[in-house]
């Protein structure tokens, strides 16, 4: 997607080799419009699938996941990072390990939101090592729904998430694939 790389190269800044910065469009600030395209963009890819719900990760998933699923016509579910004591329920959780912070989390959704035979497309900011999308899989099983698809915004194409997803057989689609990065520059695949 043309107008994400150009938000990328203007305005992303490579922290190191592995981690890439994209507070001021993406998941601090956020570019609603280009978000609005990026949903317009899963939503082409992913039509006619079958979906019946999108999910995503808080919190920087939400912004991209939203707009996919307004898009689409969708309800959204947001998977939890942290449980709170108002969270009650039938909850599943999993754990996941966090790329970014080197920590782990409890993934957790409650089981009314995800009810059986349910057809998931889950839609992320970045896909590293693909932990999370795999906790997200973890989840989906557990409630009997079956993820038919991963929409990523952003995929560090040099770490292993996606030969990772697409050998468990799920379809993945990335709308920006970073070949390698570095202070010096960030290189696309086509
Ligand atoms: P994975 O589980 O695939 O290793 O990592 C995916 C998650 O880690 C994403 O949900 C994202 O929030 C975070 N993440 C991974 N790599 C980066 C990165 O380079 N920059 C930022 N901002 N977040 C990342």
Known sequence: MQKLKEAILAKGKAVNQDVLLVDSFLNHQVDVALMRDVGDAFAAYFAGRG?????????????PASFTALAMGLPLVVMKKQTSRIMKGDLLQTTVRSF???????????????????????????????????????????????????????????????????????????????????????????
């Open 51 to 63: 979906i019946t719900r999108v999910v995503t990760i808080e919190s920087s998933g939400i912004a």
């Open 100 to 190: 970014t912070k080197g920590t782990q989390y409890e993934l957790t959704a409650k089981r009314d939101f995800l009810p059986e035979g349910e057809r998931l497309l889950l839609i992320d900011d970045f896909l590293a090592s693909g932990e999370a999308a795999f906790g997200v899989l973890n989840l989906a099983k557990q409630a009997g729904c079956e993820v038919a698809g991963v929409g990523i915004v952003i995929e560090k194409a040099f770490q292993p998430g996606h030969d990772r997803l697409c050998e468990a057989g799920v379809d993945v689609c990335s709308l920006a694939r970073v070949k390698a990065m570095s202070e010096k520059g960030i290189e696309f695949i086509d």
